[in-house]
């Protein structure tokens, strides 16, 4: 099986390292920039002795490398970088997934797609606009990583490990995401009954921000160990056929009470991609901030859509 990995960036390259290392699939690792997606696929194959990778890396810059892959991650475009919204890409990286998209139609028409570029629910209904076709074929991981994100802080206030932790973050890859309050369990336990609803606030608080304050302290770029993780459980769902529950950004057709965007919904990952969405009966608060998360990533398609046509 092959995949193929667009933007051999930070992001790009973590995450093929983690296909390597997991022995999941062989990989092309394919950007604008030639000899970085050959220099990082040389060398990861020269770990291969020393890590034990069977399969087969390939750096490039020729879609037709990427032809026929089973699933293409698309990480291409500019990072953030202090004092940016993700929201602030959407002209430059709008114009290289118009582009990528194209090629993957293309070479990879039957591909799944996982979406990465930010930002990322905009991304993720262009590549629905622009490759049409299945919609659970286009999948994006942002709703991985904020659970991710809200677990990890849980986990250190509570000092409880994160398997003990249930949880999902749903909605749009920004400030409007909504940390499911309501369904968050520790230890088979309610939330509200381990915290009071100011260290609540505090800790959803910090979970939006947070990707923000990993691009602060960077200086230049933005997360990749997490983004990479959150695509790569995704990718082994699907590899594996796992039928798992992990949010993904999807396009919304009537679920939830929201159609013609998509942001992160539970929804069950397996060979097919998203093989079913799951419409969870939420409480009015939550329903109704999920509602207004839609609404703000649809404004932002209109605005992309308008800078880009
Ligand atoms: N085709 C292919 N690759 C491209 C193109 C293009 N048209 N345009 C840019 N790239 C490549 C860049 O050359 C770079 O190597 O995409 C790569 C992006 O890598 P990084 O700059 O390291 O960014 P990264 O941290 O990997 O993030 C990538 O994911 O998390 C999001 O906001 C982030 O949108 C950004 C994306």
């Known amino acids: 099986m092959k995949i193929s990995i667009i933007g051999a960036g930070n992001v790009g390259s973590t995450l093929a390292e983690r296909v390597l290392t997991y022995k ?5 690792l394919l950007d604008i920039i030639e000899d970085l997606a050959r220099a990082k696929a040389l060398d990861l194959s020269d770990a291969s002795p020393l ?9 490039t810059s020729d879609y037709k ?15 953030r970088r202090k004092g940016m919204s993700r929201d602030d890409l959407i002209h430059k990286n709008g114009e290289i997934m118009r582009i990528v998209l194209k090629n993957i139609k293309t070479f990879s028409p039957d591909a799944i797609l996982i979406v990465v570029t930010n930002p990322l629910d905009v991304m993720t209904y262009l590549a629905y606009k622009e490759i049409g076709g299945d919609r659970r074929k286009i999948l994006g991981m942002a709703g991985n990583l904020d659970t991710a994100r809200f677990k990890a802080l849980l986990s250190q206030e509570l000092g409880v490990s ?4 249930e949880t999902l973050v749903l909605g749009s890859h920004g400030d409007t995401m909504v940390p499911l309050v309501s369904k968050t369990l520790i230890n088979e336990k309610p939330l509200g009954s ?6 609540i606030e505090d800790i959803v608080e910090r979970t939006k921000k947070r990707g923000g304050e990993i691009v602060a302290l960077l200086k230049s770029g933005s997360a990749y160990f997490s983004p990479s993780a959150a695509c790569f459980e995704i990718l082994k769902a699907i590899i594996n056929d796992a039928k798992k529950t992990i949010p993904c950004s999807l396009v919304l057709k009537g679920e939830y009470g929201i159609s013609d965007c998509a942001i992160s919904v539970p929804a069950k990952i397996g060979k097919d991609g ?15 901030a999920l509602r207004n998360s839609a609404k ?6 209109d605005k992309c859509k308008k800078q880009i046509d």
């Open 24 to 28: 999941l699939a062989d990989v092309v």
């Open 51 to 59: 890590m034990g990778y069977e399969k087969r890396v390939l750096g």
């Open 65 to 79: 490398e990427t032809c026929d892959s089973k699933v293409v991650i698309i990480t291409a475009g500019f990072p």
């Open 162 to 165: 994160f398997e003990k932790i």
């Open 194 to 199: 381990m915290l009071n609803r100011e260290r």
């Open 274 to 288: 998203a093989e079913e969405i799951l419409e969870w009966e939420l409480p009015e608060n939550e329903l109704s």
């Open 296 to 301: 703000a990533a649809k404004e932002m398609f």
